[in-house]
């Protein structure tokens, strides 16, 4: 009786042993199939991705300010057709338009289906260094953005000695800390809401030109606080009001101002 017993227990590991290699062989198949459906899945979305649906249709430039949308598409090399993932280019039109020192960062984004974005941080032209009969322009760190013989139309500095004019770099001037001040007031005075056509530094008590014959005399601090009180507009716009185009504003300590009709 009992030699049956020890062949039926013999019976049953041998059962479940077989049971159990069954279990492991279909673990197997299912892995494999979800490794299978996995794959097919990728490939089905690499596929749609590099459809002709996602080829760039539309190029749109946001942030730009002084370069126009066709020329900053130009600069980078963006060009349509290209597929929006795989073909933009991105890396080139960031290389190609952070080579010009107006543009402070670039970044390139997508917008599904078919639009490229390319969006910009342009520095700001803050004044124009004069140079001869040349216009060196500079941001309001002193970073030359471009040379022009044609007036650019923004506020001129003279009175500085120029020794380093090369585009991209910082301006390398003599008066290195009047350059400083002059750009801190011209900051200022964008904030204020104010505009000189031209600032003369070249001696303590700056000229700041609001036309050719009305000129503000003072130095370059007394000129920033008397902005940011607001008083020099105040008297400015009176002047602009009242068509006043000749004369002379003196700015003293502690918001002092005086005006004398002759320039």
Not at 50 to 61: A, G, Q, T, Y
Not at 146 to 173: A, F, H, Q, Y
């Amino acid at each position: 009786m009992s030699d049956n017993l020890d062949y039926l227990n013999d019976y049953e590991d041998i059962e479940f042993n077989h049971v159990e290699r069954k279990k492991k062989k279909r673990k197997k198949k299912n892995y494999l199939l979800r490794f299978l459906i996995f794959v097919l899945v990728i490939v089905a979305i690499g596929v749609f991705l590099n459809s002709p649906f996602f080829d760039i249709k539309n190029i749109e430039v946001e942030g730009n300010r002084y370069y126009s949308d066709s020329q900053v598409i130009n600069m980078g090399g963006a060009v349509k057709g290209n597929n929006l993932f795989w073909g933009a280019g991105a890396g080139d039109i960031k290389k190609n338009l952070k080579d010009d020192p107006y543009f402070t960062d670039v970044k390139i984004k997508r917008r599904l289906p078919d639009t490229l974005v390319i969006a910009v941080t342009e520095r700001d032209q803050t004044a124009a260094v004069k140079y001869g009969d040349r216009y060196i322009v500079v941001d309001s760190e002193g970073t030359i953005l471009r040379k022009s013989t044609v007036d650019p139309k923004i506020t001129i500095i003279t009175g500085l000695t120029i020794n380093k004019m090369k585009v991209g770099e910082t301006i390398g001037v003599e008066e290195k800390s009047t350059l400083t001040s002059a750009l801190n007031m011209l900051s200022v005075m964008k904030k204020g809401d104010m505009y000189f056509k031209k600032v003369d530094v070249s001696r303590v008590i700056v000229k700041a030109y609001i036309y050719d014959t009305l000129v503000v005399k003072g130095t370059l601090k007394q000129m920033s606080k008397t902005i940011q009180s607001g008083e020099l507009q105040k008297v400015v716009n009176s002047f602009i009001k009242n068509k006043m185009k000749r004369g002379t504003l003196n700015l003293g300590d502690y918001g002092y101002m005086s005006f004398s009709p002759t320039f």
